[in-house]
């Protein structure tokens, strides 16, 4: 640790224990508890958006996040006349949310069911939302016709090319389904342009730490002003995709969602809309047509077959929502 780090530490009234690098920051395990130090410039431009969202949380009865701790010239960012800026953030003792886990999975599925329930109509009126969902899948079906299509004049394929080829029009038909589901959603209309609500952004088993006192949601670094359901959709893609679509799991975290937050049909349909888009497949095309073609990964084409592989228990899993 520098010079102008331990000067830094030295303004907070704690004791520091043991230190570790954790995330391009350091891990501080202290006599007042783990704090996380970051330098401000990688979080400046959202920096005041998350106090005001943790903040408001904190007000309605959620301090389990990475709040940002003054120092003791009650400062929240400790800066330097050479011009480094620090900031620490409480941290948690605890794991990683285990998302094979039913009881990890019904903790995060809660979890941001309460977080969402205090984080609606947080703006005083209606503002625009981050991205425009129906235009963020009109630009990926062009996108995936033009990689198609690049493929497709190729006079040499590899072996990637000629399995993304044979999976094109399977998912590219579930993309064009999707939009114009989406046009027809009573949910998207109501809220998919403008909103008062936040999101995360980036609700993940990543960002949830299982503490033996509850759970600590950190990193809102992508909270944006947008639709609510989209970090559960975010959130139900990751852990299904890890659990091979398993209905079970699936249920588990809606069953611990609605007990903070009930989901009224058109909701529920909305979010099987947003899952049966092939997100995994578009990303990988966006690889491949952003990077060199003369070498494919072979990490890339395991996650073709696997994205293939599980279209049968990701049908399966929809089917089951639609029914619930």
């Not at 010079?3 to 331990?6: A, F, K, L």
């Not at 909103?195 to 936040?198: A, E, G, K, R, S």
């Not at 003369?294 to 996650?303: C, D, L, P, Q, V």
């Given at each position: 640790m520098d010079?102008?780090?331990?000067q830094t530490i030295e303004k907070y009234g704690f004791q520091v224990k043991n230190r570790y690098r954790a995330r391009g920051?350091?891990?501080l395990d202290t006599n007042e508890g783990p704090r996380l130090m970051r330098e401000y410039s990688e979080i400046k431009s959202h920096f005041a958006f998350e106090n005001y969202i943790k903040n408001h949380l904190m007000e309605n009865g959620i301090s389990m996040t990475d709040y940002v701790?003054?120092?003791r010239e009650g400062e929240l960012v400790t800066e330097w006349e050479s011009g480094e800026k620090y900031v620490v953030y409480q941290w948690f003792y605890g794991d990683e949310c285990d998302y094979k886990s039913r009881q990890g999975l019904f903790l995060a599925g809660q979890n941001l069911g309460r977080l969402h329930k205090n984080l609606r109509q947080l703006a005083q009126k209606k503002v625009p939302v981050s991205e425009c969902?129906?235009?963020?899948?009109?630009?990926?079906?062009?996108?995936m016709k033009r990689v198609y299509g690049y493929m497709k004049e190729k006079k040499r394929k590899n072996e990637f090319e000629l399995f993304a080829m044979e999976c094109f029009h399977g998912f590219f038909s579930q993309a064009q389904q999707a939009k114009e589901r989406l046009e027809k959603s009573d949910y998207f209309q109501k809220n998919g342009h403008e909103?008062?609500?936040?999101c995360h952004g980036e609700y993940n088993y990543h960002n949830l730490i299982i503490t033996k006192t509850g759970v600590a949601t950190t990193n809102f670094e992508r909270a944006a002003f947008g639709m609510q359901l989209m970090d559960l959709a975010y959130f139900f893609r990751k852990v299904m995709e890890k659990n091979s679509w398993n209905a079970e799991k699936g249920k588990v975290v809606l069953e611990a969602y609605q007990s903070e937050l009930g989901l009224k049909k058109e909701e529920k349909e909305f979010l099987s809309i947003v899952l049966g888009y092939p997100v995994k497949y578009w990303k990988l095309l966006n690889q491949y047509?952003?990077?060199k073609k003369?070498?494919?990964?072979?990490?890339?084409?395991?996650?073709l077959i696997g994205v293939r592989e599980q279209e049968k228990a990701k049908k399966h899993f929809l089917e089951f929502m639609s029914k619930l």
């Open positions: 010079d102008r780090q331990e920051a350091v891990l701790i003054p120092n969902l129906l235009a963020k899948y009109e630009r990926h079906n062009r996108e909103t008062q609500d936040v047509i952003n990077g003369s070498w494919i990964s072979n990490k890339n084409m395991e996650k």
